[in-house]
């Protein structure tokens, strides 16, 4: 048991010297000792590991371990090679972009940089962005630190922190910098490195990134790109793009790869590429952006007539007579709109179509509820409801009442998260061929309408011109229902409820009618 001893007051400098002469002498010798040997690990007091400063391959490759790796050192690719010599050794370019498919390594890649001139390079401001804090933080940030934690030499010369390091020898600071255009003012940036510039869509992240200038008074400066093609060929990604197109100069490098190029890390197989490809809810157009570092368009067909006829069960037959678990979705529209409610059942591992109905007012006329209210009372006698999936702004009195009739009503606001999941799953289904279908001329037409529109969260349907959906958002909810009842389906989101919906930023009603 070590004992506590309380002291009380002020302790002068003097007091933790030994009592004797020759003892004092002797530990002042010593703290001169320790003094050296700290000088002799930073001699230079502008710069750390000197030998390193014009060699980034170099230093990877003898001094910086794989953030994923317990203790293996980082073998570079080819093609990061090539971009180290023709950017720090035979020029130094100020602006640099790479532009590869997902899962190449860019991430780990611009961590590299960042460590390098955070480590060797002359002293300055260092900043990571994105279009989330969080997602530079979590990403190449912890890379970072991994990186510098793996190597005792470099954990020595820096102090890290929840998003700072700082290289206490040359005073250099490495800073994860929130998006916000306003905080990206009067910064004196030696290096900004931002991921996913694609992601960079809104007039906020665009003022953000204008305000992000490189400092005159550094010998090089940089601003690192890395990002995978985006959706619309607009934007500042859009106009680097078209930049390259010049060529190389001694101010800009860009090393774009697309199509069957666009995949040059070795660790990258046609293995993982077809398990990519055939992945649930993965559209074509997806396929192309994430893994082909192509350009797409935001809006895709969703499925064909091929599709759905390929799904057709001739043996299934509209509100057959039997006791039956069922799932119900509801589309509800008011006026000029219709509604939808679409009822499926699941026959072991396989989603069945049971029943459906439309609702299509007259000109100028209100929904009339009561008949909503007695379709679904009417099911409930036929089969055995396990739950109404429906949006609670568009129907949340009729939900109230049929709540006191013991029927389930399951709140699905219709926020992006939910689309995205109903979106997906019906589409996995069938791509899959899980779900059958009876003859509908209804249903044919309502899914053959949907388009789908991509978003940095995922994708979902929307109509396309003037053809009805209803049908479809109905299956979807329902569908979705019925298979998320007993588990959760790999990839797609959880239910949200209400509270959720009001919680998501710039939340609105959306009409899909």
């Known amino acids: 048991m070590i004992g506590i001893t309380k002291v009380r007051g002020w302790r002068t400098a003097e007091s933790y010297l030994s009592k004797s002469q020759e003892a004092r002498i002797k530990q002042l010798a010593n703290l001169k000792n320790r003094n050296r040997e700290l000088d002799k690990l930073i001699p230079d007091k502008k710069f750390s590991l000197p030998e390193y400063r014009n060699d980034v391959i170099g230093f990877t490759e003898k001094e910086i371990y794989l953030p994923e790796k317990k203790k293996e050192l980082i073998t570079l690719e080819e093609w990061e090679k090539e971009v180290f010599r023709d950017c720090f050794y035979e020029n130094r370019p100020r602006l640099i972009l790479i532009s590869l498919a997902k899962k190449n390594g860019k991430s780990t890649f611009s961590a590299i940089v960042l460590n390098w001139f955070l480590i060797t390079q002359e002293p300055g401001e260092i900043y990571i962005c994105s279009n989330s804090k969080d997602q530079s933080n979590f990403i190449t940030y912890r890379k970072i630190v991994k990186m510098i934690e793996k190597n005792p030499e470099l954990l020595r010369m820096c102090r890290v922190y929840n998003d700072v390091i700082e290289n206490v020898k040359t005073g250099t600071i490495l800073r994860c910098l929130s998006s916000s255009y306003r905080s990206s003012a009067g910064l004196n940036c030696l290096l900004i490195c931002i991921d996913e510039l694609s992601s960079f869509d809104t007039d906020s992240l665009k003022f953000f990134f204008d305000e992000l200038q490189l400092s005159p008074v550094y010998e090089y400066p940089l601003i690192l790109i890395t990002s995978t093609a985006g959706r619309n060929e607009e ?174 009503m399951v709140e699905m606001p219709q926020t992006q998260s939910n689309c995205i999941a109903f979106s997906q799953c019906l589409f996995d289904l069938i791509k899959s061929k899980r779900i059958g279908f009876y003859q509908s001329e209804e249903i044919r037409l309502s899914l053959i309408n949907c388009k789908v529109i991509y978003s940095n969260r995922g994708w979902r349907i929307v109509k396309k011109g003037t053809g009805k959906i209803d049908l479809a958002i109905a299956l979807g909810m329902a569908s979705y229902g019925a298979v998320t009842r007993e588990e959760q389906v790999p990839g797609f989101y959880v239910l949200e409820t209400e509270e959720d919906r009001d919680k998501e930023q710039g939340w609105r009603p959306v009409s899909f009618g």
């Not at 895709?300 to 007539?305: A, E, G, L, S």
């Not at 036929?382 to 949340?396: C, K």
Request: include cysteine; glycine fraction near 4%.
């Open 235 to 408: 934007g500042i990604l859009w106009d680097l793009f078209k930049e390259s197109e010049k060529g190389n100069t001694p101010e800009s490098y860009f090393y774009i790869r697309q199509g069957e190029e666009a995949n040059p890390s070795s660790f990258v197989t046609q293995k993982y590429l077809d398990s990519q490809e055939h992945k649930p809810g993965m559209r074509p157009n997806l396929f192309k952006r994430l893994h082909k570092n192509l350009w797409v368009s935001e809006e895709d067909q969703f499925i064909n007539d091929e599709d759905f006829r390929a799904c057709i069960d001739y043996k299934l037959i509209k509100r057959p007579e039997k006791k039956i678990p069922v799932w119900v979705g509801l589309d509800v529209g008011y006026r000029n709109d219709y509604t939808a409610i679409v009822t499926v059942t699941k026959n072991e591992d396989k989603i069945e179509l049971v029943d459906h109905k439309i609702y299509i007012p007259m000109k100028n006329e209100d929904l009339q509820f009561d008949d909503i209210k007695l379709y679904i009372r009417e099911l409930n006698r036929t089969y055995q409801i396990e739950g109404v999936s429906f949006d609670p702004y568009q129907a949340i009195q009729l939900s109230q009442d049929l709540k006191k009739e013991n029927i389930n």
